[in-house]
């Protein structure tokens, strides 16, 4: 054991070791859309340029360190909006070319944490997280059940989120399929009915809340 101990301490300065490996983090992932993200042409046709301007995209770490810190526990996530349906990865043309964002971090984190949460986000979403205007805290919580396709997410009284799996009768035109993927790298995602989605906080000069639709994902996240 202490020749391993040893070897492995020689990897590391020697830099055989990955760096990724040291900031290796897992969790769950929650996104809701104000757009039906499964859902058939005809209705997304009728949504496009108009709906899907807003998202809630959610993170719960379960294990593992970002920055140097270690943030099992904590969630965090990035609410946004754009001057155009947030449509990557479908078969119309947009061009969500100016998005601004929220993020809201855990209040239980320090601020060594709070400043990696940030830094994941933003590693995490890319583009989307560009231009970030302001960071909020709040009480976070992310549970989800992907048997049943119930997952609920709540920041505060700022963002919430839950929804159900999809049914037989959320089926309407029989054409539907995941029309907009994850706007994230993620796993195992699957799309989900949401009940309900709102954005009650302060920083993107709209608020939101949207019920009964198509428009979201659970998933889980390795990086």
Known sequence: MRYMATLASWAVALGFVSTSWAGQISGEYLEARTCDVYTGPCFANGEVGIAGKEAVMAWRIDAGTWAGQDLTGLGVALIIKSNDTLGFG???YVKPDKITGVIVVDEQATPEQKAALIRFVKDSAGDLAKDVVKVLDAP???TNDHLSGKGV???GRLSKIETRALAKG???CTNETVFY?????VDN??????LHMTFEGRGL???WSTVNKRSAFLATFEK
């Not at 993927?181 to 790298?185: A, I, R, S």
């Not at 995602?189 to 949401?194: G, I, N, R, V």
């Open 90 to 92: 479908g078969s119309f």
């Open 140 to 142: 976070i919580t992310l």
């Open 153 to 155: 997410f709540t920041a």
């Open 170 to 172: 959320d089926c309407v």
């Open 181 to 185: 993927p994850p706007l994230t790298k």
């Open 189 to 194: 995602a699957h799309p989900a009915y949401t």
């Open 205 to 207: 000069d709209r608020t």
